[in-house]
Protein backbone atom coordinates (compact mmCIF):
# COMPACT_ATOMS: atom_id res chain seq x y z
CA UNK A 1 0.00 0.00 0.00
CA UNK A 2 1.22 3.18 -1.23
CA UNK A 3 1.08 6.91 0.72
CA UNK A 4 -1.16 7.78 -1.48
CA UNK A 5 -3.54 4.74 -0.96
CA UNK A 6 -3.55 5.37 3.11
CA UNK A 7 -3.97 9.15 2.42
CA UNK A 8 -7.57 8.06 0.30
CA UNK A 9 -8.30 5.35 3.07
CA UNK A 10 -8.33 8.26 5.54
CA UNK A 11 -10.36 10.15 2.95
CA UNK A 12 -13.08 7.08 2.66
CA UNK A 13 -13.25 6.59 6.44
CA UNK A 14 -14.54 10.27 6.99
CA UNK A 15 -11.02 11.89 8.44
CA UNK A 16 -9.00 15.16 6.88
CA UNK A 17 -5.63 14.67 5.78
CA UNK A 18 -3.86 16.84 7.75
CA UNK A 19 -0.17 17.39 7.74
CA UNK A 20 0.21 15.27 10.71
CA UNK A 21 -1.38 12.43 9.11
CA UNK A 22 0.06 13.29 6.08
CA UNK A 23 3.61 13.10 7.06
CA UNK A 24 2.64 9.62 9.21
CA UNK A 25 1.20 8.22 5.83
CA UNK A 26 4.50 9.07 4.14
CA UNK A 27 6.53 7.40 7.12
CA UNK A 28 4.87 4.27 7.33
CA UNK A 29 5.67 3.98 3.68
CA UNK A 30 9.70 4.84 4.23
CA UNK A 31 9.49 2.27 7.45
CA UNK A 32 11.24 -0.53 7.22
CA UNK A 33 8.79 -3.27 7.21
CA UNK A 34 6.58 -4.20 10.39
CA UNK A 35 7.73 -0.59 11.97
CA UNK A 36 6.70 0.09 15.60
CA UNK A 37 5.48 3.76 15.98
CA UNK A 38 8.32 4.76 18.14
CA UNK A 39 10.12 4.08 14.05
CA UNK A 40 7.65 5.47 12.32
CA UNK A 41 7.55 8.82 14.42
CA UNK A 42 11.53 9.23 14.29
CA UNK A 43 10.87 9.46 10.58
CA UNK A 44 7.97 11.69 10.61
CA UNK A 45 9.40 13.99 13.59
CA UNK A 46 12.22 14.60 10.60
CA UNK A 47 9.96 15.94 8.50
CA UNK A 48 7.85 17.36 11.19
CA UNK A 49 9.01 18.67 13.95
CA UNK A 50 6.75 19.28 17.20
CA UNK A 51 4.80 15.95 16.00
CA UNK A 52 3.30 14.14 19.23
CA UNK A 53 4.02 10.66 19.32
CA UNK A 54 0.74 9.94 20.60
CA UNK A 55 -0.88 11.33 17.20
CA UNK A 56 1.50 9.02 15.31
CA UNK A 57 -0.16 6.42 17.88
CA UNK A 58 -3.33 7.73 17.50
CA UNK A 59 -3.37 7.51 13.36
CA UNK A 60 -1.71 4.05 13.39
CA UNK A 61 -4.32 3.12 15.01
CA UNK A 62 -7.08 4.77 12.65
CA UNK A 63 -5.31 2.89 10.01
CA UNK A 64 -5.71 -0.22 11.63
CA UNK A 65 -9.30 0.55 12.03
CA UNK A 66 -10.20 1.56 8.75
CA UNK A 67 -8.08 -1.77 7.70
CA UNK A 68 -5.43 0.12 6.22
CA UNK A 69 -2.69 -1.88 8.43
CA UNK A 70 -2.72 -4.33 10.28
CA UNK A 71 -1.31 -4.28 13.98
CA UNK A 72 0.83 -7.36 14.76
CA UNK A 73 1.81 -8.70 18.12
CA UNK A 74 4.94 -10.97 17.13
CA UNK A 75 6.48 -10.68 20.99
CA UNK A 76 9.02 -7.78 20.35
CA UNK A 77 8.77 -5.93 22.89
CA UNK A 78 6.23 -2.93 21.00
CA UNK A 79 3.36 -3.55 18.64
CA UNK A 80 3.94 -3.66 14.63
CA UNK A 81 2.44 -2.23 11.73
CA UNK A 82 2.23 -4.02 9.12
CA UNK A 83 1.19 -2.50 4.95
CA UNK A 84 0.26 -5.94 4.25
CA UNK A 85 -3.42 -6.90 4.93
CA UNK A 86 -3.91 -10.07 2.99
CA UNK A 87 -3.75 -13.40 4.69
CA UNK A 88 0.46 -14.24 5.48
CA UNK A 89 2.72 -15.11 9.08
CA UNK A 90 6.15 -13.90 10.03
CA UNK A 91 9.05 -15.03 10.81
CA UNK A 92 10.74 -13.57 14.14
CA UNK A 93 14.75 -13.31 14.60
CA UNK A 94 14.86 -13.61 18.55
CA UNK A 95 18.63 -12.11 18.29
CA UNK A 96 18.04 -8.48 16.13
CA UNK A 97 14.19 -8.65 16.52
CA UNK A 98 13.94 -8.77 12.12
CA UNK A 99 9.98 -9.35 11.60
CA UNK A 100 9.39 -10.83 7.90
CA UNK A 101 7.03 -11.81 5.95
CA UNK A 102 6.15 -15.15 4.68
CA UNK A 103 3.90 -17.66 2.84
CA UNK A 104 2.49 -21.03 4.84
CA UNK A 105 0.70 -23.65 3.97
CA UNK A 106 -1.42 -23.95 6.73
CA UNK A 107 -4.24 -26.16 5.80
CA UNK A 108 -3.33 -28.85 7.88
CA UNK A 109 -3.49 -27.17 11.21
CA UNK A 110 -7.02 -27.90 12.61
CA UNK A 111 -8.15 -27.54 16.52
CA UNK A 112 -8.82 -30.82 18.40
CA UNK A 113 -12.38 -32.23 17.95
CA UNK A 114 -13.89 -30.82 21.22
CA UNK A 115 -12.48 -27.32 20.80
CA UNK A 116 -13.63 -27.10 17.39
CA UNK A 117 -17.31 -27.68 18.42
CA UNK A 118 -17.03 -24.44 20.67
CA UNK A 119 -15.05 -22.13 18.69
CA UNK A 120 -14.87 -20.35 15.58
CA UNK A 121 -11.70 -19.54 13.85
CA UNK A 122 -11.92 -16.72 12.07
CA UNK A 123 -8.25 -16.17 11.45
CA UNK A 124 -4.72 -17.85 11.94
CA UNK A 125 -1.56 -16.10 12.66
CA UNK A 126 1.60 -17.85 12.28
CA UNK A 127 4.99 -16.43 14.38
CA UNK A 128 7.67 -18.56 13.36
CA UNK A 129 10.76 -17.66 15.99
CA UNK A 130 14.83 -18.03 15.35
CA UNK A 131 17.69 -16.32 13.98
CA UNK A 132 18.03 -14.88 11.12
CA UNK A 133 21.62 -14.67 9.79
CA UNK A 134 23.64 -11.11 9.66
CA UNK A 135 26.81 -10.06 8.81
CA UNK A 136 29.36 -7.68 10.93
CA UNK A 137 27.19 -5.07 8.87
CA UNK A 138 24.11 -5.59 10.11
CA UNK A 139 22.72 -6.94 6.81
CA UNK A 140 21.32 -10.06 6.64
CA UNK A 141 22.30 -12.65 5.26
CA UNK A 142 19.52 -13.95 1.80
CA UNK A 143 20.89 -17.51 2.07
Known amino acids: MSN ?8 A ?5 TPQRAVIADAICEAPGHAT ?12 PGLSLKTVYQTLHELVTLGALVRLDVGTGSARFDLRTDAHHHVVCDRCGLVDD ?5 TALRLPADMAERFEVDRTDVVVRGRCTHHGDGSVNPA
Do not use: N
Request: aromatic content about 4%; proline content about 0%.
Open 102 to 106: VMLDI
Open 13 to 17: GGRRV
Open 4 to 11: DDLRGCLR
Open 37 to 48: AEMVYSIAAEHL
